[in-house]
């Protein structure tokens, strides 16, 4: 600004005491002395500029002021207010030739040189306030009981100026000047005055302006070095520090606390605070409608009080730890993201200075980081989480896998989803069967735990089981008893009312059939994840699987013992029988025999011929029956194994068959064989069976192959028999190895239990037996057969 153009600018109007006309107290009735020369005005009214503007600190600016005024208008005494807006005083920040018990004593607008001129807002004096008296307040002063009007009587304040520092509509303070006597002010003097609290206006505000300006910018700086602390550290408890470190500071605040939001527990746990004497702070829960912060939970809104203890709109619940800490102003954020709320931030002060917007405003973009690195964390928690979930469901799996036994499923089951679901109290409730009661069969926790001794059989479709086997998915309920959807007989209630752990999930247990449910407990009113029932969910599938498994097991196991036991049995009648008769049978033949030797002249042809056929028949009989015999010895076997050399045993069934083979010239093909191990006799049946019928079935060719070959096959040996005889149907493939099994295709004999007695060595042993045929198109018939004995056939 131009001081020379200033100067043209008519003179404020000064006024006296109380806006009274102009009379004693007027300039205009002041004895004006000789204007000195403008030239010497203007160049210390730029001196005064200068300097002004030379800082831009505001407390820095103000002292300039008090030695500007002394130095152009040469009062003893000077004082610079502040219009603080907060509390609408005026505090004095510069004083020179006063104590400053006098001179810093916060002055209300409207009384006292700086509180008139600042109201009204003009310059305002008295030459002499003995004569024209200020007009003056009666409080006490802060300090001993002297009032601003008592002080104003004692030296060194008979004359006093008074002008407002304004900016366009703003007071932005005042400055006044004291002498120690009487004084006439000459229009210089007030002309100088009003240049200067022009001037320092300017300074002032452009300092303040400075000072935004740096703040925004710290704030600036601020945010983006949390955003890069956030970027770079996964340590939620080190971040959420510093965030409100951070706040403390942007607001100039005394105190700082930070709570997260479990949304299950719906509760906001302390777990910062900064600027409290004590950390009694850490760990206290805020409930959403408690105190400020569960105001803040409840409504998702910033709230704000400068006081917080007599605020109608806030409950009393957390007023000791306040009145311990001397809360007054007030100031919550939620924590907020994608509208979900993570906790609250608060701002606290032990004065009544309230937290501005521009305060909220910076609060509010910390509350956001902070919600960044709660939900950051929390997604890396659960990431994490999830991956172990799925490492324990995995070795659980394992386990289960290799467990057939149900109860000990169930053991394991309970513990490892108690230990691995943040030891969450889990049981396991099974059906007795299809519609059945309902019973608790294993749990692990606090309430599980009990309940094992207590609960009591349910029926299928009572409790939050019977409902989550109804509708076949999860169900869960915060309190079983309140919970409508849920049927309860009053002898259940009891003893549920009793145990407590109310907030129950079960997850239905179903596989082909339903089985039961998997169940969490958790304290009355508590709540489910919907992670927790996704992972129970994946549990209960493996659960299930498992049992319906162990069942399987031990009703394959039962049905097993129970077929050893009819074929033990059928194994003793066939025996008994076979052997029964025989004796009769050797009668027949014997009783046949002499008939033919001893009267063979006294038969007609006719007799003898059917005495012919009761023989053959009879012979018939018997291979049946030594085959029958033969059949159910092989599960009583008593011989020890041994090495068999298979070539051996191959060239012996040769040489029994060396008749047939010569007369119908059947080319016989013996490849490599080895040694394995079995009871020989067994071993020579097998082969002596399938050589046997490989020559018997060639059929009518001229030009009949039998080959018998041998391949490795880790601990065992597959054995072939390959022909080019008349083939098999392979609709029965299946059935030519069952007892009595006959094809009719040609006119061979036999009994049609040789392949019946076949396949129960093989099995016996450990090994199969398998054919591959069409019929026209020869036979090859496959059998595995150990090398060696079973300790070491276990890979
Ligand atoms: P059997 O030879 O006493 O009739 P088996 O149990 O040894 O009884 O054989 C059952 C049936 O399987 C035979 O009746 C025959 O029809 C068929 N069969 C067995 N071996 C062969 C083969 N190598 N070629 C064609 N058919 C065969």
């Given at each position: 600004m131009n001081p020379a153009r200033r100067d043209t600018v008519p003179r404020p109007p000064a006024i006296g005491v109380d806006g009274t006309p102009a009379s004693s107290f007027a300039i205009e009735d002041c004895p004006l002395e000789a204007a000195d020369s403008q030239a010497t005005e203007l160049a210390a009214l730029l001196q005064t500029a200068q300097t002004l503007t030379a800082t831009l600190h505001v407390p820095a600016v103000l002292e300039a002021i008090a030695d500007q005024a002394l130095a152009l208008i040469g009062a003893q005494r000077c004082a610079v207010f502040e219009l603080?807006?907060?509390?609408a005083r005026l505090k004095a920040r510069a004083a020179r030739g006063m104590p400053p018990s006098q001179a810093f004593w916060p002055t209300r607008l409207g009384p006292g040189a700086a509180g008139s001129a600042a109201v009204r807002p003009q310059v305002i004096f008295s030459p002499d306030v003995e004569s024209q008296p200020l007009p003056m307040d009666d409080e006490p002063g802060p300090?001993?009981?002297?009032t601003r009007r008592e002080v104003v009587r004692e030296p060194g304040y008979r004359a006093i100026l008074g002008a407002p520092l304004a900016s366009r509509e703003t007071v932005l303070g005042a400055v006044c000047l004291y002498w120690d006597q009487p004084h006439a002010y000459d229009a210089r003097e007030v002309r100088l005055l009003t240049s200067l609290a022009q001037y320092a206006a300017i300074a002032i505000e452009n300092a303040r302006l400075y000072a935004d300006i740096a703040e925004q910018r710290r704030e600036a700086e601020l945010l983006a070095e949390i955003t890069r602390d956030l970027a770079s550290s996964l340590d939620l408890p080190v971040v959420l520090r510093k965030i409100i470190e951070y706040a403390k500071e942007c607001c100039g605040s005394d105190m700082a606390f930070i709570a997260p939001y479990d949304r299950v527990r719906q509760v906001a746990t302390i777990v910062a605070s900064v600027g409290t004497r004590t950390d009694v702070y850490i760990g206290v829960g805020i409930r959403p409608g408690t105190g400020i912060g569960g105001k803040v939970l409840e409504t998702r809104q910033p709230f704000v009080t400068s006081d917080y203890l007599n605020?109608?709109?806030?409950?009393?619940?957390y007023h000791p730890l306040a009145e311990q800490e001397g809360f007054v102003a007030n100031m919550a954020v939620p924590l907020l993201r994608d509208g979900e709320i993570l906790g609250v931030l608060w701002v606290v002060n032990r004065s009544p200075r309230p937290f501005t917007a521009r305060h909220q405003a910076v609060v509010t973009k910390l509350a956001d980081q902070a919600a960044i690195a709660i939900d950051h964390s929390r997604l890396y928690r659960e990431a994490s989480d999830q991956a172990q979930r799925m490492r324990v469901v995995a070795e659980l799996g394992r386990v289960l896998v290799s467990t057939l036994d149900e109860s000990r499923v169930m053991e394991l089951v309970v513990t490892q989803a108690h230990e691995t679901l943040g030891m969450l109290d889990i049981a396991i409730w099974l059906q007795e069967a299809a519609g059945g009661l309902l019973r608790l069969v294993a749990g692990r926790g606090q309430f599980s735990g009990p309940l094992i001794q207590r609960a009591e059989p349910m029926d299928p479709d009572e409790g939050v089981v019977g409902r989550a086997l109804a509708e076949r998915r999860p169900v869960w309920t915060s309190d079983v008893l309140q919970d409508s959807r849920i049927r309860l007989r009053s002898a259940s209630r009891r003893w549920i009312e009793e145990i407590g752990g109310r907030a129950i999930l079960a997850v239905p247990l179903i596989?082909?059939?339903?089985?039961g449910a998997l169940v969490a407990y958790r304290p009355t009113g508590a709540r489910f994840a919907d992670h927790e029932v996704e992972y129970l969910s994946v549990f209960a599938n493996q659960v299930a699987a498992a049992l319906e498994n162990a069942r399987l097991y031990d009703e394959s196991q039962r049905a097993r013992a129970d077929l050893q036991g009819k074929n033990a049995e059928l194994d003793t009648f066939v025996y008994s029988v076979s052997h029964d008769l025989k004796a009769p049978l050797v009668t027949i033949q014997g009783m046949a025999g002499l008939l033919l030797e001893e009267y063979r002249s006294q038969l007609p042809e006719e007799a003898a011929r059917y005495l012919g056929r009761i023989q053959a028949n009879a012979q018939q009989m018997e291979q049946l029956i030594l085959d029958l015999l033969a059949l159910s010895r092989i599960g009583r076997e008593a011989r020890a194994a041994t090495a068999v050399s298979l070539a051996d045993v191959v060239d012996d069934v040769v040489a029994d068959l060396a008749g047939p083979i010569r007369e119908r010239a059947i080319q016989l093909v013996r490849g490599e064989l080895p040694t394995i191990w079995g009871v020989r006799t067994q071993v020579e049946q097998v082969m002596g069976n399938l050589v046997g019928n490989a020559v018997k079935y060639l059929?009518?060719?001229?030009q009949g192959w039998v080959e018998v070959g041998a391949v490795d096959r880790g601990a065992f040996v597959e054995c072939s028999i390959r022909d080019n005889g008349i083939g098999i149907d392979p609709a029965y493939h299946e059935r030519?190895?069952?007892?009595f099994q006959r094809l009719k295709d040609v006119e061979v004999e036999g009994t049609g239990v040789g392949l019946a007695i076949v396949k129960r060595i093989v099995q016996a042993s450990g090994g199969r037996i398998w054919v591959e045929s069409a019929k026209g198109q020869g036979a090859t018939f496959h059998f595995t057969w150990p090398k060696g004995p079973a300790s070491e056939v276990q890979t």
């Open positions: 603080d807006p907060l509390d300090e001993a009981g002297a605020d109608p709109r806030l409950s009393h619940d596989r082909e059939h339903v089985l059929g009518d060719t001229s030519i190895f069952e007892v």
